[in-house]
């Protein structure tokens, strides 16, 4: 049984139709990304997937289980964690806070969510910051929070949206290893991004959507050479030109 | 049958006065996304400004407002200026800035019992020549005062919509209420626009204190009753949409006046409070729907 | 030197004040000034209640004095009508208070920001009105904007009322103490980090597995429970209750500007706030009030604008930072101290 299904998922807001049809399986263990031009709908699947809000029509199963009309709380509880695209830290909570309040979602003790916020803080090595207020993080900083954050939920599936955005070579880098290793241990990763040669390497299977249809998918290579995607993402001339 | 059309026609009367009052509010919020708490008192500080003018100098009321507003306006401006601004500014990133209005609420406190500690709980009023003059058409009695407030109210109105209409000015706080970083981008100092847009506020609200004196009561704690009923009726016609405030306005004073034709008065402000619950929840954007329109 | 021995000045001076709070009344015998020290106690009571959905949780009420009213009028009527003692009475109040709180908060919780505080504003107002203009209920005579006496009693403490201040003073002492605790350990729970995350970003909580409306509602709960009990005490105290002084939106802002000025959301800022507010704003109305009724409100209004322009996060850290510095000269002189035994 695959981990999250999605089918014929469709929505509007107003006039605009945000997501046609889209179809989607993600296995276990699996890291699928999701790439497609701004606007055309990535961040609006994964507001889907965790209940942001309803879809117009179609079906989002997880591990064989309907979450449509679930709200955010409780896909997380499910087991779907999510780091958002515009990191959005606790301000004014320690960076060991931060990660509490996600350990907490399986815990109820302070003593114990504190335990499973460090362990999550010395795997994505933020533990030296943990007594920094988080709003004086460096950006690099707050998007590994974001992560130790969703982490700290115990997901099954994580949900990544442009974790890479703003970091420069060297962070990208740390970040794709750390991204690695978060498979290693167990989670199925569902990853949101921009930066081309990041998803390539990172995806065993890639979707690409645009205007809120999915027109290609496959492994990152078979994609790439997709005239659908070159067009989508470099215009018409440049498949002209190809060809 | 009369009793009833005088209800509404005394309705109307008052109604565009509470109207103007929270066009004054709506503009502050609509520019500066500010709750005013204090709003009311300044109302009352320009009614007070209003007596004493007169009463020192025995000037018609209604010239008065020549100087007593623009008084309040600069009353206005320094308070955005001195108090609001730094912590406007301190807030700028926060999503529910809580400051400001913390801040204005305890201006209001001080406006208040400041003015009673200087001018004592004694209810005041201003007599004037025509202060009981009233025309008659047909059964229906419309007293001077009161008619000439609603005149000015709806001349006051129109004039500042063709301010922010037509002058620079104007379209300076149109600008910086849609959007403050482009405004600001072109040229527009954003920080002096929200101290007229306020003073403008406060202006307008000494105006309405200006044709109120002549008979409505003066005192202290005049301005609360005047507040409630102003954010009421922004909310009930859409946090900064003028012609909203103004037509909201005009609806709670006509809902004061007919239902106090059969409940008593304390029970008409409960149905108001009721209203302005069941606004808040089911239709936040005010029962007109209207948006602002700059 | 031991952390925690008697000796540690971080265990003495704490301890040494908490003290000196119960021994005061031993000592100053005036009851102008324990009159004072029980407004002081209950207005950091009713502050560090309110705290609780206004601190912790960031939902700011502009309404709260909506409970104290059901608890006082809760606890008096059963005593005039059951003659229930108002220790059991101050109970079923604070019930009652609880149940409003949840019934308000659940359509005010959806607004957010200054909408939630406008519609808290709403239901105070309109709750007094109707009970200013109600003469009865079910034929029980609640006596409108009169108000009610609280039957006479003299010195009981089966019914809560004593000629001395003494009792009055202990109690309430022991309460603010009580509602400390509270606070200390929701801060350090799973509930608590729960609402201090509702209040920095309540979408990331949601993402996290935070119901929202569950935690805010029993923030609510809790501290209108409290605050219901609040309204008791003042009951037995003034042995007199009116809509306007027990549902007053001018109490209700007092708590606020306590608690802002004290420090919103911190554990000690309510009480600090207090000890702050209450003495200066009692002295104003005792020197200059005369028959003017709000002119301790004018430095109420007057301080508050003062911290939010200078002192946003109100005089807590200030104060605290004050407090340390204290306990590290004791510290150190109790370590040169002993320095100095060893040596010989």
Known sequence: ?243 | MEMLLQAIINGILMGSVYGLTALGLTLIFGVMKVINFAHGSCLMVGMFASYWFVTLTGIDPYLALIVVVPFCFAFGYLIQDTLISPVFKREKGVREPFGVLLLTSGLWLVLDNLALLLFGANFRSIKTPYSSLSYQIGDIIINGPRLYAFIGTIAGAYLFHLFLKKTVMGQAIRATGQDRDVAGLMGVNVYRIYSVAFGIGIAITGFVGGLLTPFYYVHPTVGYVFDIKAFVIVVLGGLGSIPGALLGGIIIGLIESVVAQFLTATWTAAITYAIFLAVLFLKPEGILGLKGEW | MNRFSLTSPRVYVPLGLVVILFVIPLVMRSPIFLHLMILIFFYAYLTLSWNIVGGFAGQVSLGHTAFTGIGAYTSTLLFIQLGLTPWIGMFAGAFLAALMAVIIGYPCFKLRGAYFALSTIGFLEAFRIVVENTNEVFGIPIKGAQGMEVPLRGDSLLYFQFLDKEPYYYIILIMMFIALYVTYRISKSKFGYYLLAIKNDLEAAESLGVNIAHSKLKAAAISGFLTGIGGTFYAQLILFIDPANIIGAYLAFEIVFIAVIGGRGTLLGPILGSFLLVPVSELTRVYLGGTYFGVHLIVFGAMLIVVMLFLPRGINDSVLKIYHWVIEKLERKGSHALEGVASR
């Not at chain 1, 533990?127 to 969703?150: F, G, Q, S, V």
């Open chain 1, 1 to 243: 049984m695959a981990l999250l299904e999605i089918k014929n998922l469709t929505k509007s807001f107003g006039g605009l139709r945000a997501v046609i049809e889209f179809d989607l399986t993600i296995d276990k263990g699996e890291i699928v990304g999701l790439i497609g031009p701004n606007g055309a709908g990535k961040s609006t699947v994964f507001n889907l997937i965790t209940g942001v809000y309803p879809p117009d029509s179609g079906h989002i199963l997880f591990n064989g289980e309907s979450i449509i009309n679930r709200k955010p709380y409780e896909t997380c509880l499910k087991g779907i964690g999510r780091a958002f695209q515009v990191v959005k830290p606790f301000p004014d909570m320690t960076v060991l806070e931060n990660t509490m309040v996600g350990a907490f979602s399986k815990v109820e003790k302070a003593g114990d969510a504190q335990i499973k916020a460090m362990e999550i803080l010395d795997f994505v090595k933020l533990a030296p910051k943990r007594n920094l207020l988080a709003k004086n993080l460096t950006i690099a900083d707050k998007k590994r929070l974001e992560l130790a954050r969703a982490m700290a939920t115990d997901p099954s599936l994580l949900l990544l949206d442009e974790v890479m955005a703003g970091l420069n070579p060297k962070e990208t880098e740390d970040t794709i290893a750390l991204i690695r290793e978060i498979r290693e241990r167990g989670m199925t990763l569902f990853i949101i991004e921009h930066v081309m040669r990041v998803i390539m390497t990172l995806s065993d299977r890639v979707a690409i959507i645009h205007h809120g249809s999915k027109i290609a998918e496959g492994a990152p290579k078979e994609v790439a050479q997709d005239e659908r995607v070159i067009k989508a993402y470099l215009g018409e001339a440049y498949v002209f030109a190809r060809n």
